[in-house]
Protein backbone atom coordinates (compact mmCIF):
# COMPACT_ATOMS: atom_id res chain seq x y z
CA UNK A 1 0.00 0.00 0.00
CA UNK A 2 0.94 3.47 -0.76
CA UNK A 3 1.80 5.04 2.30
CA UNK A 4 -0.23 9.44 2.47
CA UNK A 5 1.41 12.91 2.68
CA UNK A 6 -0.08 15.71 3.18
CA UNK A 7 1.57 18.38 1.04
CA UNK A 8 -0.23 21.76 1.50
CA UNK A 9 -0.99 22.00 -2.58
CA UNK A 10 -0.35 19.66 -5.52
CA UNK A 11 0.28 19.86 -9.60
CA UNK A 12 -3.32 18.29 -11.39
CA UNK A 13 -0.80 17.90 -14.19
CA UNK A 14 2.09 16.33 -12.63
CA UNK A 15 2.87 13.34 -14.48
CA UNK A 16 0.22 14.13 -17.06
CA UNK A 17 0.97 14.10 -20.77
CA UNK A 18 0.17 17.19 -23.18
CA UNK A 19 -3.05 14.77 -24.26
CA UNK A 20 -4.36 13.90 -21.05
CA UNK A 21 -2.49 10.77 -20.35
CA UNK A 22 -1.59 10.03 -16.64
CA UNK A 23 1.37 8.07 -15.38
CA UNK A 24 0.67 3.96 -14.80
CA UNK A 25 0.46 4.08 -10.66
CA UNK A 26 0.06 1.22 -8.40
CA UNK A 27 -3.75 1.32 -7.21
CA UNK A 28 -5.05 -0.33 -3.67
CA UNK A 29 -8.83 -0.99 -4.95
CA UNK A 30 -11.08 -0.09 -8.03
CA UNK A 31 -14.32 2.38 -6.76
CA UNK A 32 -17.33 1.72 -9.36
CA UNK A 33 -18.96 4.88 -9.22
CA UNK A 34 -22.85 5.20 -10.17
CA UNK A 35 -25.82 6.92 -9.99
CA UNK A 36 -27.92 4.96 -7.80
CA UNK A 37 -31.63 4.08 -7.43
CA UNK A 38 -34.20 3.39 -4.91
CA UNK A 39 -35.06 -0.17 -3.64
CA UNK A 40 -38.47 -0.63 -2.57
CA UNK A 41 -41.50 2.25 -2.46
CA UNK A 42 -40.85 3.84 0.78
CA UNK A 43 -37.44 4.87 -0.97
CA UNK A 44 -38.74 6.46 -3.98
CA UNK A 45 -39.38 10.49 -2.36
CA UNK A 46 -36.05 10.15 -0.63
CA UNK A 47 -34.09 9.36 -3.89
CA UNK A 48 -35.40 12.14 -5.62
CA UNK A 49 -34.66 14.39 -2.99
CA UNK A 50 -31.39 13.37 -3.31
CA UNK A 51 -31.47 13.64 -6.65
CA UNK A 52 -32.67 17.22 -7.13
CA UNK A 53 -31.02 18.49 -3.77
CA UNK A 54 -30.77 22.29 -3.92
CA UNK A 55 -33.50 22.46 -6.05
CA UNK A 56 -35.83 23.33 -3.54
CA UNK A 57 -38.62 20.79 -5.12
CA UNK A 58 -41.35 20.25 -3.18
CA UNK A 59 -42.28 16.55 -2.42
CA UNK A 60 -45.61 16.67 -4.49
CA UNK A 61 -43.84 17.46 -6.99
CA UNK A 62 -41.56 15.20 -6.62
CA UNK A 63 -44.65 12.01 -6.54
CA UNK A 64 -45.40 13.19 -10.24
CA UNK A 65 -42.48 12.15 -10.97
CA UNK A 66 -41.79 9.10 -8.96
CA UNK A 67 -44.71 7.36 -11.49
CA UNK A 68 -42.46 5.37 -13.06
CA UNK A 69 -40.49 3.65 -10.32
CA UNK A 70 -43.94 3.31 -8.69
CA UNK A 71 -45.10 0.90 -11.90
CA UNK A 72 -41.84 -1.23 -11.05
CA UNK A 73 -42.70 -1.49 -7.27
CA UNK A 74 -40.44 1.64 -6.04
CA UNK A 75 -37.47 -0.46 -6.95
CA UNK A 76 -34.98 1.00 -9.55
CA UNK A 77 -33.08 -2.04 -11.70
CA UNK A 78 -29.67 0.09 -11.93
CA UNK A 79 -28.53 -1.34 -7.61
CA UNK A 80 -29.04 -4.75 -8.61
CA UNK A 81 -27.34 -4.27 -11.75
CA UNK A 82 -23.97 -2.91 -10.31
CA UNK A 83 -23.78 -5.57 -7.94
CA UNK A 84 -23.81 -7.46 -11.32
CA UNK A 85 -21.59 -6.01 -12.84
CA UNK A 86 -19.49 -5.70 -9.81
CA UNK A 87 -19.08 -9.17 -9.14
CA UNK A 88 -18.09 -9.72 -13.14
CA UNK A 89 -15.41 -7.52 -12.94
CA UNK A 90 -14.33 -9.42 -9.73
CA UNK A 91 -13.98 -12.47 -11.68
CA UNK A 92 -12.38 -11.17 -14.68
CA UNK A 93 -9.66 -9.26 -12.46
CA UNK A 94 -9.04 -12.67 -11.04
CA UNK A 95 -9.03 -14.77 -13.84
CA UNK A 96 -6.30 -12.01 -14.91
CA UNK A 97 -4.24 -12.43 -11.77
CA UNK A 98 -4.86 -9.12 -10.96
CA UNK A 99 -5.34 -8.24 -7.19
CA UNK A 100 -7.75 -5.50 -7.15
CA UNK A 101 -10.48 -5.39 -5.34
CA UNK A 102 -13.97 -3.71 -6.25
CA UNK A 103 -15.73 -1.22 -4.14
CA UNK A 104 -19.41 -0.14 -5.33
CA UNK A 105 -20.69 3.86 -4.51
CA UNK A 106 -23.22 5.85 -5.90
CA UNK A 107 -23.52 8.95 -5.66
CA UNK A 108 -27.98 9.19 -4.63
CA UNK A 109 -28.67 6.08 -2.87
CA UNK A 110 -26.75 3.78 -0.76
CA UNK A 111 -24.26 2.35 -0.80
CA UNK A 112 -23.07 6.03 -0.50
CA UNK A 113 -19.65 7.20 -2.28
CA UNK A 114 -18.84 8.76 0.72
CA UNK A 115 -19.31 6.00 3.45
CA UNK A 116 -17.74 3.85 0.62
CA UNK A 117 -14.58 6.62 0.77
CA UNK A 118 -14.10 6.34 4.63
CA UNK A 119 -14.78 2.21 4.81
CA UNK A 120 -11.88 2.19 2.05
CA UNK A 121 -9.30 4.45 4.28
CA UNK A 122 -10.41 2.74 7.31
CA UNK A 123 -9.27 -0.37 5.24
CA UNK A 124 -5.88 0.99 4.73
CA UNK A 125 -6.25 2.20 0.86
CA UNK A 126 -4.95 5.32 -0.22
CA UNK A 127 -5.12 5.20 -4.01
CA UNK A 128 -8.22 4.45 -5.43
CA UNK A 129 -9.48 4.31 -9.24
CA UNK A 130 -12.66 5.32 -10.62
CA UNK A 131 -14.90 3.59 -12.90
CA UNK A 132 -18.33 5.37 -13.54
CA UNK A 133 -21.11 4.09 -15.04
CA UNK A 134 -21.72 6.84 -17.20
CA UNK A 135 -19.26 7.12 -20.55
CA UNK A 136 -19.99 10.38 -22.50
CA UNK A 137 -18.95 13.34 -21.75
CA UNK A 138 -21.01 15.85 -20.11
CA UNK A 139 -21.40 18.11 -16.93
CA UNK A 140 -23.99 14.95 -15.59
CA UNK A 141 -22.25 12.23 -17.16
CA UNK A 142 -18.34 13.33 -15.95
CA UNK A 143 -17.81 16.14 -13.69
CA UNK A 144 -20.37 15.89 -11.90
CA UNK A 145 -19.15 12.58 -10.61
CA UNK A 146 -16.02 14.19 -10.08
CA UNK A 147 -17.38 17.18 -8.24
CA UNK A 148 -19.12 14.36 -5.83
CA UNK A 149 -15.59 13.08 -5.24
CA UNK A 150 -14.14 15.87 -4.70
CA UNK A 151 -17.25 17.24 -2.28
CA UNK A 152 -17.11 14.11 -0.28
CA UNK A 153 -13.57 14.08 0.34
CA UNK A 154 -13.63 17.26 1.82
CA UNK A 155 -16.16 16.46 4.09
CA UNK A 156 -14.74 13.40 4.82
CA UNK A 157 -11.69 14.99 5.70
CA UNK A 158 -9.48 12.79 3.36
CA UNK A 159 -8.53 15.00 0.88
CA UNK A 160 -4.50 14.46 0.74
CA UNK A 161 -5.19 11.45 2.83
CA UNK A 162 -6.57 9.70 0.00
CA UNK A 163 -5.97 9.51 -3.49
CA UNK A 164 -9.29 8.49 -6.33
CA UNK A 165 -8.38 8.98 -9.97
CA UNK A 166 -10.40 7.81 -12.78
CA UNK A 167 -10.69 5.96 -16.10
CA UNK A 168 -11.10 7.77 -18.83
CA UNK A 169 -14.66 8.25 -20.27
CA UNK A 170 -14.84 4.96 -22.40
CA UNK A 171 -17.47 6.14 -24.94
CA UNK A 172 -15.94 4.90 -27.90
CA UNK A 173 -14.12 1.86 -26.09
CA UNK A 174 -14.50 -1.71 -28.22
CA UNK A 175 -15.53 -3.10 -25.37
CA UNK A 176 -18.69 -0.41 -24.71
CA UNK A 177 -19.39 0.04 -28.71
CA UNK A 178 -19.01 -4.47 -29.61
CA UNK A 179 -22.47 -5.46 -28.15
CA UNK A 180 -24.41 -2.72 -29.50
CA UNK A 181 -23.33 -4.22 -32.86
CA UNK A 182 -24.38 -7.39 -31.48
CA UNK A 183 -27.68 -6.09 -30.27
CA UNK A 184 -28.62 -4.02 -33.19
CA UNK A 185 -27.82 -6.89 -35.85
CA UNK A 186 -29.87 -9.33 -33.49
CA UNK A 187 -32.85 -6.62 -33.55
CA UNK A 188 -32.87 -5.83 -37.12
CA UNK A 189 -33.45 -9.24 -37.61
CA UNK A 190 -36.35 -9.34 -35.24
CA UNK A 191 -37.85 -6.27 -36.59
CA UNK A 192 -37.42 -7.81 -40.14
CA UNK A 193 -38.96 -11.05 -39.46
CA UNK A 194 -42.06 -9.43 -37.44
CA UNK A 195 -42.23 -7.85 -41.11
CA UNK A 196 -42.12 -10.71 -42.80
CA UNK A 197 -44.76 -12.66 -40.26
CA UNK A 198 -47.35 -9.49 -41.36
CA UNK A 199 -46.44 -9.80 -44.63
CA UNK A 200 -44.34 -6.84 -45.10
CA UNK A 201 -40.67 -8.40 -46.21
CA UNK A 202 -39.56 -5.54 -47.79
CA UNK A 203 -40.87 -3.00 -45.00
CA UNK A 204 -38.83 -0.04 -44.54
CA UNK A 205 -36.83 -0.27 -40.82
CA UNK A 206 -35.36 2.88 -39.41
CA UNK A 207 -32.95 2.85 -36.86
CA UNK A 208 -33.21 5.17 -33.49
CA UNK A 209 -29.99 5.73 -31.83
CA UNK A 210 -31.33 6.92 -28.11
CA UNK A 211 -29.70 8.77 -25.10
CA UNK A 212 -30.61 10.70 -22.18
CA UNK A 213 -31.50 14.24 -23.10
CA UNK A 214 -29.68 17.25 -21.29
CA UNK A 215 -30.50 20.68 -21.34
CA UNK A 216 -28.51 22.26 -24.68
CA UNK A 217 -26.47 24.87 -22.48
CA UNK A 218 -24.74 21.76 -20.59
CA UNK A 219 -24.32 20.30 -24.26
CA UNK A 220 -22.80 24.04 -25.31
CA UNK A 221 -20.59 23.30 -22.35
CA UNK A 222 -19.60 19.68 -22.44
CA UNK A 223 -16.02 18.76 -23.72
CA UNK A 224 -12.80 20.71 -23.49
CA UNK A 225 -13.07 24.36 -24.57
CA UNK A 226 -11.47 25.48 -27.69
CA UNK A 227 -12.24 22.60 -29.44
CA UNK A 228 -14.78 22.42 -32.36
CA UNK A 229 -17.16 19.50 -32.10
CA UNK A 230 -19.81 18.50 -34.15
CA UNK A 231 -22.86 20.36 -33.58
CA UNK A 232 -21.14 22.20 -30.86
CA UNK A 233 -21.23 19.66 -28.44
CA UNK A 234 -18.59 16.91 -27.48
CA UNK A 235 -21.55 14.93 -25.90
CA UNK A 236 -23.89 15.04 -29.25
CA UNK A 237 -20.68 14.48 -31.44
CA UNK A 238 -19.71 11.17 -29.21
CA UNK A 239 -22.86 9.79 -29.63
CA UNK A 240 -22.98 10.49 -33.47
CA UNK A 241 -19.73 9.18 -34.09
CA UNK A 242 -20.92 5.52 -32.40
CA UNK A 243 -23.70 5.42 -34.13
CA UNK A 244 -21.73 5.89 -37.36
CA UNK A 245 -19.25 3.03 -35.76
CA UNK A 246 -21.98 0.73 -35.08
CA UNK A 247 -24.10 1.38 -38.70
CA UNK A 248 -20.50 0.73 -40.46
CA UNK A 249 -19.76 -2.74 -39.00
CA UNK A 250 -22.94 -4.19 -39.67
CA UNK A 251 -23.82 -5.15 -43.78
CA UNK A 252 -27.46 -5.63 -42.77
CA UNK A 253 -27.86 -1.99 -41.93
CA UNK A 254 -26.10 -0.86 -45.04
CA UNK A 255 -28.51 1.67 -46.61
CA UNK A 256 -30.88 2.20 -43.69
CA UNK A 257 -31.57 5.56 -42.33
CA UNK A 258 -31.02 6.20 -38.80
CA UNK A 259 -30.67 9.38 -36.35
CA UNK A 260 -30.08 10.34 -32.84
CA UNK A 261 -32.82 10.85 -30.65
CA UNK A 262 -33.29 11.77 -26.74
CA UNK A 263 -35.34 10.76 -24.17
CA UNK A 264 -35.55 11.54 -20.30
CA UNK A 265 -35.36 14.86 -20.57
CA UNK A 266 -37.17 16.62 -17.01
CA UNK A 267 -37.11 20.01 -15.68
CA UNK A 268 -38.97 23.04 -16.55
CA UNK A 269 -40.42 23.26 -19.82
CA UNK A 270 -39.03 26.41 -20.95
CA UNK A 271 -35.50 25.19 -20.64
CA UNK A 272 -34.40 24.20 -23.76
CA UNK A 273 -32.94 20.22 -24.08
CA UNK A 274 -31.54 18.42 -26.55
CA UNK A 275 -34.37 17.19 -29.41
CA UNK A 276 -35.70 15.41 -31.15
CA UNK A 277 -37.67 13.32 -27.93
CA UNK A 278 -37.76 9.67 -29.24
CA UNK A 279 -41.38 9.85 -29.27
CA UNK A 280 -42.19 12.80 -31.61
CA UNK A 281 -39.22 10.57 -33.53
CA UNK A 282 -41.12 7.64 -33.96
CA UNK A 283 -44.41 9.55 -34.35
CA UNK A 284 -42.95 11.13 -37.83
CA UNK A 285 -41.83 7.50 -38.83
CA UNK A 286 -45.03 6.15 -40.88
CA UNK A 287 -45.37 9.55 -43.01
CA UNK A 288 -41.79 8.59 -43.99
CA UNK A 289 -42.61 5.31 -45.04
CA UNK A 290 -41.15 3.26 -42.15
CA UNK A 291 -42.82 -0.06 -41.17
CA UNK A 292 -40.03 -1.17 -38.26
CA UNK A 293 -38.13 0.54 -36.20
CA UNK A 294 -34.79 -0.35 -33.90
CA UNK A 295 -34.44 1.43 -30.90
CA UNK A 296 -30.90 1.41 -29.36
CA UNK A 297 -30.36 2.92 -26.05
CA UNK A 298 -26.53 4.23 -26.90
CA UNK A 299 -26.51 6.17 -24.05
CA UNK A 300 -27.01 3.43 -21.19
CA UNK A 301 -24.39 1.04 -20.14
CA UNK A 302 -27.79 -0.94 -18.33
CA UNK A 303 -30.81 -1.58 -18.25
CA UNK A 304 -31.86 1.54 -15.92
CA UNK A 305 -35.32 2.80 -15.04
CA UNK A 306 -34.82 5.18 -18.19
CA UNK A 307 -34.38 2.53 -20.34
CA UNK A 308 -37.11 0.71 -18.60
CA UNK A 309 -39.78 3.13 -18.72
CA UNK A 310 -38.81 5.04 -21.37
CA UNK A 311 -37.81 2.86 -23.88
CA UNK A 312 -39.57 -0.66 -23.04
CA UNK A 313 -43.12 1.34 -21.84
CA UNK A 314 -43.45 4.85 -23.36
CA UNK A 315 -41.50 4.35 -26.83
CA UNK A 316 -42.86 1.04 -27.54
CA UNK A 317 -46.64 1.80 -26.56
CA UNK A 318 -45.91 4.09 -29.09
CA UNK A 319 -44.67 1.93 -32.38
CA UNK A 320 -47.60 -0.32 -30.98
CA UNK A 321 -50.18 2.74 -31.76
CA UNK A 322 -48.88 3.02 -34.53
CA UNK A 323 -48.53 -0.30 -35.86
CA UNK A 324 -44.95 -0.29 -36.07
CA UNK A 325 -43.04 -3.50 -35.53
CA UNK A 326 -40.10 -2.71 -33.39
CA UNK A 327 -37.27 -4.20 -30.98
CA UNK A 328 -35.29 -2.76 -28.58
CA UNK A 329 -31.59 -3.58 -28.50
CA UNK A 330 -29.83 -4.54 -24.95
CA UNK A 331 -27.46 -2.70 -22.94
CA UNK A 332 -24.31 -4.07 -22.75
CA UNK A 333 -24.88 -4.48 -19.04
CA UNK A 334 -22.47 -7.55 -18.10
CA UNK A 335 -21.88 -9.00 -21.85
CA UNK A 336 -18.31 -10.42 -21.59
CA UNK A 337 -16.83 -7.57 -23.95
CA UNK A 338 -17.87 -4.81 -21.92
CA UNK A 339 -16.89 -6.63 -18.75
CA UNK A 340 -13.07 -7.10 -19.91
CA UNK A 341 -13.01 -3.48 -21.97
CA UNK A 342 -13.27 -2.26 -18.45
CA UNK A 343 -11.08 -4.61 -17.26
CA UNK A 344 -8.61 -3.30 -20.28
CA UNK A 345 -9.71 0.64 -18.84
CA UNK A 346 -8.57 -0.24 -15.53
CA UNK A 347 -4.88 -2.04 -17.25
CA UNK A 348 -4.24 0.96 -18.97
CA UNK A 349 -3.84 3.02 -15.65
CA UNK A 350 -1.66 0.44 -13.82
CA UNK A 351 1.57 -0.63 -13.63
CA UNK A 352 0.99 -4.42 -13.36
CA UNK A 353 -0.35 -5.32 -16.16
CA UNK A 354 -0.06 -2.48 -17.65
CA UNK A 355 -2.02 -2.16 -21.56
CA UNK A 356 0.19 0.58 -23.27
CA UNK A 357 -2.24 0.83 -26.44
CA UNK A 358 -5.67 2.56 -25.99
CA UNK A 359 -8.49 1.73 -28.63
CA UNK A 360 -10.92 4.05 -29.54
CA UNK A 361 -13.09 3.13 -32.57
CA UNK A 362 -14.14 6.63 -33.79
CA UNK A 363 -11.64 9.84 -34.27
CA UNK A 364 -12.51 11.88 -31.24
CA UNK A 365 -11.10 9.24 -28.70
CA UNK A 366 -9.23 7.77 -26.91
CA UNK A 367 -10.55 10.10 -24.49
CA UNK A 368 -8.42 11.40 -21.43
CA UNK A 369 -7.57 10.35 -18.18
CA UNK A 370 -7.09 13.87 -16.79
CA UNK A 371 -9.81 16.37 -18.37
CA UNK A 372 -8.98 19.60 -20.17
CA UNK A 373 -9.13 22.97 -17.99
CA UNK A 374 -12.72 23.68 -17.99
CA UNK A 375 -13.82 20.26 -19.37
CA UNK A 376 -18.06 19.93 -19.19
CA UNK A 377 -18.11 22.92 -17.14
CA UNK A 378 -20.71 23.48 -14.48
CA UNK A 379 -22.77 26.35 -15.25
CA UNK A 380 -23.98 26.99 -11.71
CA UNK A 381 -20.59 27.82 -9.85
CA UNK A 382 -17.15 25.76 -9.78
CA UNK A 383 -16.71 22.85 -6.91
CA UNK A 384 -14.19 20.77 -5.80
CA UNK A 385 -13.32 18.53 -8.77
CA UNK A 386 -10.99 15.53 -9.24
CA UNK A 387 -8.96 14.43 -11.64
CA UNK A 388 -9.19 17.33 -13.74
CA UNK A 389 -6.75 19.76 -14.80
CA UNK A 390 -8.11 22.70 -12.83
CA UNK A 391 -8.61 20.10 -9.45
CA UNK A 392 -8.08 21.28 -6.27
CA UNK A 393 -8.56 18.28 -4.16
CA UNK A 394 -8.19 14.33 -5.02
CA UNK A 395 -4.28 14.26 -5.15
CA UNK A 396 -1.83 13.22 -2.17
Same mark, same amino acid.
Given at each position: ?68 Y??N ?24 ? #? ?84 G ?18 N ?31 A ?59 ? #? ?45 G ?29 C??G ?10 ? #? ?10
Amino acid at each position: MTSPSSPAAFDPLEGVSEDGVMAPAEYDAILLASFGGPEGQEDVIPFLRNVTRGRGIPDERLEEVATHYRANGGISPINEQNRALKAALEAELERRG #IALPVLWGNRNWAPYIKDVLQEAYDAGYRRLLMVTTSVYSCYSSCRQYREDLGMNLVETGLDKKLQVDKVRQYFDHPGFVEPFVEGVRDSLANVRAQLAAAGKENGKIEILFSTHSIPTADAEAAGPRGVEFEEGSAYVAQHLANARAIMDRIPEAAGLDWQLVYQSRSGSPHTPWLEPDINDAIAELPAKGVDGVV #IVPLGFVSDHMEVIWDLDTEAMDTCSELGLAAHRAPTPGIHEKFVSGIVDLICERTVENNIAVRPAVTNLGPWYDVCRPGCCANLRGEKPT #IAGADSTVGRQ
